[in-house]
């Protein structure tokens, strides 16, 4: 059995709005109870529309921020402010602009040797053959070493941000958004090497996206998300052939299908997302759902089940 790289436990994270001197502000709940695990080796995808908190858990998963509630662990250390020093080096993020995320004053070759200099690992022959190793790994070649981030394509600049999140060794990568910014034809190669890289190297994935076409090439497990709250989570396979919350199956049936002769019915939500300032009692996502009841307004639901938890009082059969 794999061991488990990243595992958290009601993990949330609140956020202070407005106020003032005489007025006191508001508070978001940008991410709430938040229970998940990656294995090494395995991928877990984050799904859900703009604003649902998946930036949010990643920013807590990086340690970039740290939760309001729960309880977050990187290889069994409990991550706290205190131990951020020591882990961060075993969670590393690629970022969906891969030329936003590039100092486009440096070379490719001082790029990927900085966090090697920052941490202090290693001489400058070390460091050179660490550098040279992760370029070939990324399919770069030793002449790109010497050039600026702007001579680069775009899949070849998501390359380079692959093989920077790569020279510290992670045990987990946190991937948000790496080939929506890419050309259609390109995605597929940075997929490819993305799996290619998690087999040979044992990585732990935590994948956040809004396509699904490509979650389903590369994930193992699905958790989908509405409002900073997981509505449903379970193996891929199974998520996307029952989707038992009404939001999931909305989401499924606007996925476009390559088959020209296939006739997916398309689920069409009614209504605005609510604001994170005034989520509704209940259900969240009761506003928009056509299976609503009276007790879908009154009572949140529990995410509930074994290896597919959903959490819908009236959840799809099949």
């Given at each position: ?197 998690q087999e040979r190297l044992g990585l732990a ?24 709250r997981t509505v449903e989570a379970g193996p ?83």
């Amino acid at each position: 059995m794999s061991a488990v790289v990243v595992e958290a436990r009601g993990l949330g994270r609140d956020y202070r709005v407005g106020g003032g001197l005489l007025r006191e502000g508001r508070v978001v709940h940008a991410l709430a109870e938040a229970s998940f695990s990656v294995e090494a080796g395995r991928t877990l995808a984050v799904v859900g529309e703009s604003g649902c908190g998946k930036s949010t858990l990643a920013r807590l998963v990086t340690m970039i921020e740290e939760p309001t509630s729960g309880r977050l662990e990187i290889d069994g250390i409990e991550a706290r402010p205190q131990s951020w020093a020591k882990l961060r080096s075993r969670v590393q993020i690629v970022f969906q602009d891969p030329y936003g995320s590039l100092n486009p004053r440096q070379r490719v070759g001082a790029i990927l040797a900085e966090p090697l200099v920052v941490n202090r690992r290693g001489g400058a022959g070390e460091r050179a053959a660490r550098v040279a190793a992760l370029m070939d790994l990324v399919g770069l070649r030793p002449e790109h070493r010497e050039r600026y981030p702007h001579m680069f394509s775009g899949g070849q600049r998501q390359r380079i941000a692959i093989a920077r999140a790569l020279v510290l060794e992670p045990r987990l990568l946190v991937l948000d958004e790496p080939v929506s910014a890419l050309d259609v034809s390109i995605r597929s190669q940075i997929l490819n090497l993305l799996i290619e890289l998690q087999e040979r190297l044992g990585l732990a994935y935590l994948f956040i996206s809004h396509d699904l076409s490509v979650v389903r090439h590369v994930a193992d497990a699905v958790m989908v998300m509405y409002l900073g709250r997981t509505v449903e989570a379970g193996p891929k396979e199974e998520l996307f052939r029952r989707p038992r919350h009404p939001y999931s199956k909305a989401l499924l049936s606007a996925t476009p299908v390559a088959d020209p002769r296939a006739r997916p019915e398309r689920i069409r939500l009614e209504g605005e997302l609510p604001s994170p300032l005034a989520v509704p009692p209940g259900c969240p996502f009761a506003p928009r759902c056509w299976k609503v009841r009276a007790v879908c307004r009154e009572v949140r639901p529990a995410l509930e089940g074994d290896a597919h938890r959903v959490a819908c009082h009236f959840p799809e059969e099949g």
